[in-house]
């Protein structure tokens, strides 16, 4: 197992040609990077411009891969109501969107019909996956990439069904736990 760094991610979307399919399918997330983010969002110090600033370099790469005409997309499957990670990610999603990325939100309750990979994964060109490991409680452990055609078209057709099941973005209200 490996842990790209920006150089690796940017080798990634830079030899990127048609799509990039990010799917997301954990509740929570505990990347060292964000934690911070978090914090400060849970204390109501946190809104578009600071999450902007967090995360230039990866807008900066989202916009650059799109202004080369490739199609940058993501679905999350998510469990409602939804948990306090994915409000925070909820919230930051427009600065994505900004940049050129297509997102899409799936209801977790509505994914039971899919086969979906193991792990969380990008999938590049339909030929390329980039799978992301985490611990049980949402911390970090590193990338695995696979160039297997099985591998690929699995993923892909996974993301696919998830995509044309999930809801746009500006039409996904956030179901909230009961007060």
């Known amino acids: ?31 060292a990077e964000e934690l911070a983010d978090v914090e400060k969002w849970r204390a109501g110090q946190w809104g578009p411009e600071q999450d902007a600033e967090s995360k230039a370099g990866w807008l900066d790469l989202m916009r650059a891969t799109t202004a080369r005409g490739v199609r940058i997309r993501r679905t999350r499957i998510v469990s409602e109501p939804v948990t306090e990670y994915i409000q925070f990610e909820h919230e930051g999603t427009p600065q994505n969107i900004a940049a050129g990325e297509e997102v899409r939100w ?40 696979s160039t297997d055609p099985d591998v690929a078209e699995l993923c892909t057709n996974a993301f696919e069904s998830a995509w044309r099941l999930g809801i746009p973005h500006s039409e996904y209200t956030l179901p909230r736990p009961a007060s």
Do not use: K
């Open 106 to 145: 799936l209801p977790r309750v509505r994914a039971s019909g899919l086969s979906l990979p193991g792990n969380d994964c990008w999938i590049f060109d339909s030929t390329t996956v980039l799978f992301n490991h985490f611990t049980g409680d949402g911390g970090w452990v590193g990338n695995e990439l």
């Open 1 to 31: 197992m490996e842990s790209l760094d920006a150089e690796g991610w940017a080798r990634l979307f830079n030899g990127c040609q048609v799509s990039a399919c990010h799917l997301e399918m954990r509740d929570h997330y505990a990347v």
